[in-house]
């Protein structure tokens, strides 16, 4: 066999030499004839289709389950992409060089089908996830998520498509759960708020903050506190001016306390006791408990701050 032509990325051919049987003398001359292979069969990659349990995929419920969620309730799209985004940030998963690559372990490879995926695309790699937006007549959305040649990923992948245990069904009351998973999303540190007193003018901040949850130090002579931290409401921004000061002072109006400096505020993660608590004063009727909507709203309008904070190097 002769040495092999081929351009880059085109079919190869190559020069066998082929002796032909005759009677002729010995001293004909062999014949060389150009023989093109068979164009090799291109690997048809197995596509590996989205199972749904109700609203979203199989691997999606899955997902939520193994991180506490309850999935009986329909999630958005938004609140997935907030929480898949808090579990990378809680496990290091941001790319150690590449700070705009996540590195996808055992979960998030079961759920996005591939090892590393680009920060910006998460939420657009969600998209197949959720019921609503699957299309009756194609699939070629999930191309992308599930056609690969590397077999051990989807190997990997279909050993984690385990089934799926659903929690008891309960009835829809229209407000937002009062767990710490949720109550992150809209509680504001310290750092983060001294970030927004810089950027921001007082209407933008207050919109923000009316709504949102702060966790303050209590006072360690008010003997009626038992606990010595707890989480309250925002309700409104003032600016005031002391006597024989020039600048204003910013104060946050919460409910049932008195107006709050940002000296007070907290910029430690609360504790899952300090949650259960602000919960109780919403079911004596102390605070008013945030619909689903309301809650959705207040999120999408912290999200892109707290991310941004997050990548700062703020606390999780």
Same mark, same amino acid.
């Given at each position: ?88 940030? *809680? ?44 299309? +009756? ?5 999930? +191309? ?71 966790? #303050? ?9 038992? *606990? ?21 002072? #910013? ?15 907290? +910029? ?49």
């Amino acid at each position: 066999m002769k040495g092999g032509g081929g351009g880059g990325g085109g079919e190869s051919s190559f020069w066998i030499e082929e002796h032909h049987a005759t009677n002729n003398n010995d001293d004909d001359d062999d014949d060389f004839t150009l023989h093109n292979p068979p164009t090799p069969k291109r690997r048809q990659s197995k596509k590996l289709k989205l199972e749904f349990t109700g609203w979203g995929s199989t691997p999606l419920i899955r997902f939520l389950l193994s991180q506490g969620h309850n999935t009986t309730n329909k999630l958005s799209q938004f609140e997935v992409s907030s929480i898949v985004n808090n579990y990378v940030h *809680a496990n290091r998963l941001i790319h150690p060089i590449k700070k705009k690559r996540i590195v996808c372990d055992a979960n998030l490879l079961a759920l996005f089908g591939k090892k590393t995926i680009g920060r910006n695309k998460m939420y657009e790699l969600l998209d197949p996830h959720f019921a609503e937006n699957r299309e +009756d007549d194609s699939e070629d959305d999930l +191309d992308d998520l599930f056609n690969s040649s590397d077999d051990e990923n989807n190997k990997e992948r279909k050993e984690l498509l385990l089934p799926i245990v659903e929690p008891p069904r309960i009835k829809r009351i229209g407000f937002a759960a009062i767990i710490p998973d949720n109550i992150k999303r809209v509680c504001l540190k310290k750092s983060l708020i001294e970030e927004l007193l810089v950027k921001d003018p007082l209407p933008t901040l207050e919109a923000k903050m009316v709504g949102s949850f702060v966790r #303050i130090k209590n006072d360690p002579l008010d003997y009626m506190q038992k *606990a010595s931290h707890q989480l309250l409401l925002v309700k409104g921004v003032k600016q005031i001016t002391e006597n024989n000061t020039s600048s204003p002072k #910013i104060l946050f109006q919460v409910f049932n306390y008195k107006d709050i400096p940002i000296s007070i505020i907290s +910029d430690e993660n609360f504790t899952e006791k300090e949650c259960e608590s602000l919960l109780q004063k919403m079911n004596d009727g102390l605070l008013k408990k945030p619909t689903i909507v309301e809650f959705e709203e207040k999120v999408q309008a912290l999200h892109e701050d707290i991310t941004k904070h997050l990548d700062r190097g703020g606390s999780a």
